[in-house]
């Protein structure tokens, strides 16, 4: 592991633990009435060779409920990193992200309860160069469209199609995409 790659990873780490802490904060204080939060682990896997890992915290609330009961919502603020290649001489990238997320319940098939989920946030790559491709600005819009199956009241299995680009905000914008299969903890 590279110099250069541990303090990227560095800084990214105490990034997403202020942003963690801010949102925890501003959460706590706008939202004392419902309190629901999760932590989740996503493995992420991109166009070619590209491989990534997430971590999030998760926090629920239920600003939506007057609107429609069943409508859900949650903040999302996560630590991804990637890699591309192989172990040996692999190109790596450290990203931040804070999103939105809505999710509708569909029903129950193959005894578990099923949700969709869409959401549109924005990210922090440490890197505008990967994976071959040039992303032209560090800060990308995320995208993402998902299943969550209920495992147990208190875990979730969730299946992600992710979109990270600078939404043609300047050139060019190939945009990176992940498929991610995410476990999730609540409490």
């Not at 995320?142 to 969550?148: A, H, I, S, Y």
């Amino acid at each position: 592991m590279s110099l250069s790659f541990s303090v990227r990873v560095n800084r990214a780490i105490l990034r997403a633990l202020v942003l963690t802490l801010f949102l925890t904060g501003f959460s706590q204080m706008a939202l004392a009435k419902s309190l629901q939060q999760a932590v989740a682990v996503d493995y992420l896997q991109g166009e070619g060779d590209v491989q990534g890992l997430k971590l999030a915290y998760q926090h629920h609330v239920d600003w939506l409920h007057g609107l429609n009961p069943r409508l859900n919502m949650l903040f999302e603020a996560s630590a991804n990193f990637w890699r591309y290649g192989p172990a040996n001489s692999s190109d790596s990238n450290a990203v931040l992200a804070v999103s939105p997320i809505l999710r509708y319940p569909l029903g129950q098939a193959f005894d578990l309860k099923w949700d969709l989920e869409f959401g549109i946030g924005v990210s922090l790559l440490d890197d505008t160069r990967f994976a071959g491709k040039d992303v032209s600005t560090h800060y990308q819009f995320e995208d993402r469209l998902g299943l969550v199956a209920w495992l147990a009241p208190d875990r979730s299995l969730s299946i992600r199609y992710l979109h990270y680009s600078n939404a043609g905000f300047k050139r060019p914008n190939p945009g990176l995409d992940f498929v991610s299969l995410s476990y999730g903890w609540y409490f």
